[in-house]
């Protein structure tokens, strides 16, 4: 008995972080999701799986993935792509933010710099959720990366996001690379706004023979205002 207790380790917590979290606006719960990866990070397992940190926290896969979410964008947690030594990129978690936040308060007496919480990233938080709700399960940590990239890399307008995914459910198409054709085939006709979304549709429809008796094809997206 007590030798499997000594195998099993132990995770430790830095004192200053346990009694200041709250003051990084931390709840409890993430938290303790903060512990759960860091005990996997710690024994070398950098994908941790969500649904059996769920089952260790009494609680479903969805509510761990929200509050990782949460985290990412209070600015505690980033994901990054990480080689393995079997050359694969794999997403893991990366809790620098955390600790240059609780550093930035101790420096400070105590005090913190407000953390940009804009629009930006709200909306963000919104593509997350709409993506898990179309998909019915939470992305992977490797979708999650692909969505930052989206954003943060390839600089997509997040309202763009939102309609190929709109295009992508009404097609029955349930993939990230599927999205992704998508946004790259609007970069290429340089479609930056919803509106010449729009406009490329109108187009695309006014060229289809036979509209006018309704033998023509179907339209490739259903335009939805995000507005509604």
């Known amino acids: ?10 995770t430790n917590i830095n004192n200053l ?14 938290l303790m999701v903060y512990l759960e990866l860091t005990s996997y990070i710690d024994q070398g397992v950098r994908e941790p799986s969500l649904a059996l940190i769920a089952k260790h926290l009494g609680t479903d896969e969805q509510q761990v993935g929200s509050l990782i979410h949460e985290m990412i964008t209070q600015h505690l ?15 893991v978690y990366d809790f620098s933010l955390l600790w240059e936040r609780l550093a930035q ?8 710099t407000p953390v940009a919480t804009d629009d930006q990233a709200l909306t963000r938080e919104k593509i997350f959720q709409q993506i898990q709700v179309e998909f019915g399960r939470t992305p992977s940590p490797f979708e999650l990366e692909y969505i930052n990239q989206w954003i943060d890399q390839d600089h997509y307008p997040l309202e763009l996001i939102q309609l190929a995914l709109k295009e992508a459910v009404v097609n029955g198409k349930y993939t990230l690379k ?3 054709r998508i946004l790259l085939r609007w970069q290429q006709q340089n479609i930056t706004t919803p509106a010449q979304v729009r406009a490329e549709q109108r187009r695309f429809e006014q060229q ?21």
């Open 105 to 112: 308060f101790i420096e400070q007496g105590g005090h913190l």
């Open 1 to 10: 008995m007590w030798q499997a207790l000594l195998a099993a380790g132990s």
């Open 208 to 228: 289809q023979p036979g509209t006018d008796d309704g033998d023509g094809p179907v339209p490739p997206i259903e335009i939805i205002k995000l507005n509604e």
């Open 17 to 30: 972080l346990l009694h200041h979290y709250h003051d990084l606006g931390m709840s409890t719960s993430q």
């Open 178 to 180: 599927y999205i992704d």
């Open 77 to 91: 947690l980033a994901q990054r792509l990480e080689t393995q030594p079997s050359g694969k990129q794999a997403a």
